[in-house]
C-alpha cells in the first residue's frame, strides 16, 4: 500500500468521526446562537424593567418632596425633576410595551401607565394648590390620594421586575444543561479520535521509518568532498519511498556527469582567466614607449619565458633603399651562433615567407644542427619553433620567432594570438607618434630655412639699392640691368608665394593637431577629475592618487599643446594683444592665489611686494601680463627647493636695465622682478633659454622636466607689450627675472567681446593657452562638498542632448552630468542630433562638437536656429579646435558659447547654469 493511501485511509477515519461531531457541534451552536439571542432580548426588558422601577421611585420621591411643604426657592427645582422623572417613566413603559409581548406584561404595563396618568394628573392639581399656596390643602391631597397612587406605582413596576427575573433565571438554567452535556459528547469524542489516530500514526511511522532508515544510510555513505563515485539505493517497492529511492539514483548519476563536467568547466574557466591575466599585463605594458626597439626589447623579454619558450627574436619591417625589409631589433637568449642574416625580404627564409602570406609557421620537428640553445652548463636543440606575424589591419610590421624546449600547448598559442593581435595596434601607434615628430622637426626645419632665405632676400633688395644707383652712371648697361632686376623680382616674389604657402600649412598643421590631441584628452581629464573628486567616497587613498596622476600628467600635455600653439602664433605674427587698464592689486591677488598654495606644499617662503609710488593702473593685455608671469614663477617654484621666491613690482629708475639698449626702450616704466635662491643657472647658457625648446640642462637625464617652451613665449610677448626680460643668475645661487614693460596709454584699446557666460562665471578663454586648470584634490572640504550639491540641485532634472562624434567625449560628458542628476541624451552626427532634438523637443540645452561627418557643427547649429522654437535654446559649442578664430564661427554660427577642449568640468558646469537660468 502506497504511503499516499495509507495516510488517507488514516486520515479518512479520523476525519470521518470528526464530521459526525462537526454536524452535531454546528447544530449545538445553532441552538446557542437562538439561546444567545433570547439572553440578549431578556437582559433588554429586564434592564428595561428595572429602569421602570428605578425611575418610579424617583418620581414618587419628588411628589413627596413637593408634598413636603419645602421653601419656595426649591419648589421650582423638585417641580422640574419631577416633570423629567415623569417623562423617562413614560418612555420606559413605551419600550417595554414594544419588547416584551407577553400577555401578562401588556396587562400590567397598562395598568402602570393608567396609575402614572393619575397620579400625574393629582400632581398638576397640588402644583395649582402651591402656587395659591395652600399648603395644607396639599398636605391633604396627598395623604388622602396621592400616598395609595404611588404605592401601588411602585407595586406593579416591581411585579414587572420580577417577571423578568423568573425568566432569565429559567433560561439560564436551561442553557447551562445544554453546555454539561455537549461537553460530554465532546470528552467522549476527543477520546475515540486520539485513539484511532494513534494507533494508525504508530503503523504508518513504523512502516515508513523502517524503509527511511535504508534510505538514509544510503545517503549517509555519500562523501560530499568527491561526487565523482555515489552509492546506489537498492529498492523494488514502488510507493513514495520506492520513487525517493529512484529519484536519488538519478540524482547520484547527473551529480556524477555533472562533477565531471563541472572540473572540466573550471579547468577551462583557470586557462580563460590566466588567458586574460596575461594579455592584461602586455596591455598595460606598452604605456610610455615611444619607439620601436624598447617597445622590441621589453615585449619580447616579457613574452618568450610566460608561453615557455627558450629562445625569441623580434624582427620590426623598415625601408631600406626601394624595398621593405624586416630587421632584427630585439633578442631572448640570442648567442650569436644563428647562420644567416639579420634582415629578410619579403618571400626570404622562413621569416620573409611567414610576412609574405601573413600565417603563422609552425616546425615541430627541428635538426639537431638546426639552432642551439646554451646556457653556462650546455647546450641542445629545442624540439619546436614558431614563426608568427603581426599585422596591423592586413599590413605585416613584424614579424616573432619563438624556440622552445617542449612543444607550445594550445592555451600557450591562444594567448600568443591575442597578445600579438593588440601588439600590430601599439606598433602602428608608435610609427605614427615617430612620423609626427619627424613632421614636427621638418617643419622647424623648414622655418629655418625659410628665415634664412628671408634674411638673403633682404640682403638682395639691398644689392638691388646699389645697383640702381649704379645704373644711373652705367646707362648703356641699363637694358641688361633691367632684366636682371626683373628676373631677382620674379624670385623673390615666388620665395614670398612659398613662405606664406608654407606657413599656411604650418597653421592648418597645428590646428589639425590640435584637435586631435584635445579630442581624447577632454574624455581623460573629465574622467580623471571625477574619480579624484570622489564624491561617493568609494575609492582608496591610493585610488585617489592614481587618479589625481592621470589628471595632471593630461593637463601637463594639455599645457604643452597650448606652448606649442602660442610659439607657432609668435613665429606667424599672429598673436594678438588686448590693451585695457589693469589694476596692480588685481595683479597680486592672482599671484598669490596662484602660487601661495605651491608655496605651502614645497614648503618655501613666497613674498610679494608692490613699491609704494606705483600708479593704481597700468595700460598693458590684462592676460598676457599673467601669462609671463606665471611662468616666470612657475619656473622659480620649480628649480627652488628651499628657501625664498618673492615678486616685486616697481616703477623703472635710469641705469636699472643695462643690457638693453636704453634707446630702443626709452619708454620702460615698470618692472615685474621675479628672484629665488633657487640652482640657478651657469653664465653660459643666459642666452640660450630664451630660444624654443631649450633649457639649461638640456639632457635626457635632467633632475628638472619641461618643454623650453615657456621663457621663449614669454619673451617674445613681452616683445609685443613693447618691453623686454633680464635675467641675472649665478649657477648655485638662485636668479632673478625681471619683466620691463612700458605704460602702454596712447594705444588704442582693443576689446574682445566676451559671452554673456564668460563674464558671469569670470572665465576669459584665451586662443590656444586655455584656462588654467585648478589641482584636484584628494580630499574635499565641506564648503566644496556643500557647493557640489548645490550645484547638483541647481541642475537636478535638466536634459541635456550631446552631439559628439567620439564616443569617448560622449561617454564622459554623459557619466559627468549624469552625476549631476541630469538627463542625458546623445546624437554622434548633426543631423542624427536634430532628429532627437525634434522628437524631444523638452530638451533644456545642446553640448554641439563642431568637427563631425555628414553634417559638422556648424551646420547643424545653422539649421536649429532656422527653427522658430528652438531660435533661444542655449547651444554651447564643444571643440578640440582652438584657433584664434575659432570661436567667433561659432558664436557667428548661432552658438550661444563656445568651450574649447579638454573642458574643464567645473567651468562647464558654471556655463551650464548661467544660460540654463538667465
Not at 568547466?265 to 610610455?288: C, D, H, I, P, R
Not at 630655412?449 to 649704379?470: A, D, H, M, P, W
Request: hydrophobic content about 40%; charged content about 25%; aromatic content about 8%.
Amino acid at each position: 500500500m502506497k504511503f499516499k493511501t495509507q495516510v488517507i485511509t488514516c486520515f479518512g477515519m479520523i476525519y470521518g468521526i470528526y464530521a459526525i461531531f462537526s454536524v452535531y457541534h454546528w447544530t449545538s451552536m445553532d441552538n446557542y446562537e437562538h439561546d444567545i439571542e433570547g439572553y440578549i432580548k431578556s437582559y433588554s426588558m429586564l434592564n428595561l424593567a428595572y429602569s421602570i422601577h428605578e425611575w418610579v421611585n424617583v418620581y414618587s420621591k419628588e411628589s413627596r418632596e413637593l408634598f413636603a411643604n419645602p421653601p419656595n426657592k426649591y419648589i421650582e427645582q423638585f417641580t422640574k425633576n419631577q416633570d423629567k422623572s415623569l417623562q423617562n417613566v413614560n418612555e420606559a413603559l413605551d419600550a417595554y410595551q414594544k419588547v416584551d409581548r407577553s400577555k401578562e406584561s401588556q396587562e400590567i404595563v397598562k395598568k402602570l401607565k393608567t396609575i402614572v396618568k393619575n397620579y400625574s394628573e393629582i400632581d398638576k392639581e397640588m402644583d395649582v394648590l402651591l402656587k395659591e399656596g395652600k399648603k395644607e390643602e396639599v398636605s391633604q391631597l396627598y395623604w388622602n390620594q396621592g400616598r395609595a397612587v404611588s404605592d401601588k406605582m411602585i407595586e406593579l413596576s416591581n411585579q414587572l421586575q420580577t417577571i423578568q427575573n423568573e425568566i432569565t433565571n429559567e433560561k439560564l438554567n436551561q442553557s447551562l444543561k445544554k453546555y454539561i452535556q455537549t461537553t460530554k459528547i465532546t470528552k467522549i469524542y476527543m477520546l475515540l479520535d486520539y485513539l484511532m489516530g494513534g494507533t494508525l500514526f504508530s503503523w504508518i511511522l513504523w512502516n515508513v521509518t523502517r524503509r527511511l532508515n535504508k534510505v538514509s544510510s544510503v545517503m549517509a555513505e555519500v562523501n560530499f568532498d568527491s561526487l565523482e563515485k555515489l552509492p546506489r539505493i537498492n529498492m523494488k517497492t514502488k510507493d513514495e519511498i520506492g520513487k525517493i529511492a529512484l529519484s536519488f539514483n538519478e540524482m547520484a548519476q547527473a551529480l556524477e556527469e555533472h562533477t565531471l563536467h563541472e572540473k572540466e568547466l573550471k579547468n577551462a574557466t583557470e586557462e580563460q582567466s590566466w588567458l586574460k591575466t596575461k594579455v592584461a599585463e602586455f596591455a598595460t605594458m606598452y604605456s610610455g614607449i615611444d619607439d620601436l626597439e624598447t617597445l622590441g626589447h621589453l615585449f619580447i623579454t616579457k613574452l618568450t619565458p610566460i608561453i615557455g619558450a627558450n629562445y625569441g627574436l623580434f624582427y620590426i619591417k623598415r625601408s631600406i633603399g626601394d624595398e621593405d625589409v624586416f630587421q632584427k631589433i630585439a633578442t631572448y637568449a640570442y648567442n650569436q651562433q644563428k647562420i644567416g642574416t639579420d634582415h629578410f625580404r619579403f618571400g626570404e627564409g622562413l621569416v620573409g615567407q611567414c610576412a609574405l602570406e601573413n600565417r603563422m609557421i609552425v616546425l615541430n620537428q627541428v635538426p639537431n644542427n638546426y639552432i642551439k640553445i646554451t646556457s653556462g652548463t650546455g647546450m641542445a636543440s629545442p624540439s619546436e619553433i614558431l614563426i608568427i606575424p603581426v599585422e596591423y589591419q592586413g599590413e605585416v610590421l613584424s614579424v616573432i620567432e619563438l624556440a622552445s624546449f617542449q612543444s607550445f600547448s594550445h592555451l600557450e598559442q591562444l594567448l600568443l594570438k591575442e597578445i600579438i593581435r593588440n601588439l600590430g595596434i601599439n606598433i602602428q601607434s608608435i610609427i605614427r607618434h615617430m612620423q609626427v615628430e619627424r613632421l614636427l622637426q621638418e617643419s622647424q626645419a623648414l622655418t629655418e630655412e625659410l628665415q634664412s632665405q628671408s634674411e638673403e632676400l633682404q640682403s638682395q633688395q639691398e644689392e638691388l639699392r646699389i645697383v640702381n644707383e649704379q645704373i644711373e652712371t652705367q646707362y648703356e648697361n641699363a637694358e641688361k640691368k633691367t632684366r636682371e632686376l626683373e628676373n631677382v623680382q620674379s624670385i623673390l616674389e615666388e620665395k614670398a608665394q612659398q613662405l606664406s604657402l608654407s606657413s599656411q600649412y604650418k597653421s592648418e598643421f597645428l590646428a589639425n593637431m590640435s584637435h586631435e590631441l584635445r579630442t581624447p584628452l577632454n574624455s581623460l581629464l573629465i574622467l580623471a577629475q571625477m574619480l579624484a573628486e570622489n564624491v561617493d567616497g568609494n575609492l582608496t587613498a591610493k585610488q585617489m592618487n592614481y587618479a589625481d596622476t592621470i589628471f595632471s600628467s593630461g593637463n601637463d600635455l594639455l599645457h604643452l599643446i597650448n606652448d606649442i600653439l602660442d610659439i607657432s602664433k609668435v613665429e606667424a605674427g599672429k598673436m594678438e594683444i588686448t590693451m585695457n587698464e589693469v589694476k596692480l592689486s588685481d595683479v597680486k591677488k592672482f599671484v598669490d592665489s596662484q602660487f601661495t598654495p605651491v608655496a605651502r606644499k614645497k614648503n618655501i617662503q613666497f613674498n610679494i611686494q608692490l613699491a609704494s609710488n606705483l600708479p593704481t593702473y597700468i595700460h598693458t593685455d590684462t592676460h598676457r601680463l599673467q601669462q609671463i608671469l606665471n611662468n616666470l614663477l612657475s619656473n622659480a617654484f620649480k628649480f627652488t627647493n628651499h628657501g625664498t621666491v618673492s615678486l616685486t613690482i616697481q616703477k623703472v629708475e635710469k641705469g636699472m636695465y643695462a643690457k638693453q639698449s636704453a634707446f630702443l626702450h626709452s619708454d620702460i616704466e615698470f618692472a615685474f622682478s621675479v628672484k629665488d635662491t633657487g640652482i640657478g643657472i651657469p653664465a653660459e647658457n643666459h642666452a640660450i633659454i630664451f630660444d624654443a625648446f631649450k633649457q639649461a640642462d638640456g639632457t635626457i637625464n635632467r633632475k628638472y622636466g619641461g618643454t623650453g617652451l615657456g621663457l621663449s613665449i614669454s619673451q617674445e610677448i613681452s616683445r609685443l607689450l613693447g618691453g623686454f626680460i633680464e635675467v641675472e643668475s649665478i649657477e648655485g645661487n638662485g636668479s632673478t627675472f625681471t619683466l620691463y614693460l612700458p605704460n602702454n596709454k596712447n594705444l588704442n584699446s582693443s576689446v574682445i567681446s566676451l559671452s554673456e557666460a564668460e563674464v558671469a562665471t569670470g572665465l576669459l578663454e584665451a586662443s590656444g593657452s586655455g584656462p588654467i586648470t585648478p589641482v584636484v584634490s584628494s580630499v574635499r572640504s565641506e564648503e566644496v562638498r556643500k557647493q557640489l550639491h548645490e550645484r547638483k540641485a541647481l541642475l537636478e532634472g535638466k536634459k541635456v542632448l550631446v552631439v559628439d562624434d567620439d564616443m569617448r567625449n560622449i561617454f564622459a560628458l554623459t557619466t559627468a552630468l549624469e552625476s549631476y542628476h541630469v538627463e542625458v541624451m546623445f546624437a554622434e552626427n548633426g543631423r542624427e542630433g536634430i532628429t532627437i532634438l525634434q522628437k524631444n523637443p523638452e530638451v533644456d540645452l545642446i553640448l554641439m562638437d563642431i568637427m563631425m561627418p555628414e553634417m559638422d557643427g556648424f551646420e547643424a547649429i545653422q539649421f536649429i536656429r532656422k527653427i522658430p522654437k528652438f531660435q533661444s535654446l542655449p547651444i554651447i559649442a564643444l571643440t578640440a579646435k582652438a584657433m584664434k578664430y575659432d570661436r567667433n564661427q561659432c558664436i557667428e554660427a548661432g552658438a550661444s558659447d563656445y568651450i574649447s577642449k579638454p573642458v574643464n568640468l567645473e567651468q562647464l558646469i558654471s556655463i551650464m547654469r548661467v544660460w540654463l537660468y538667465r
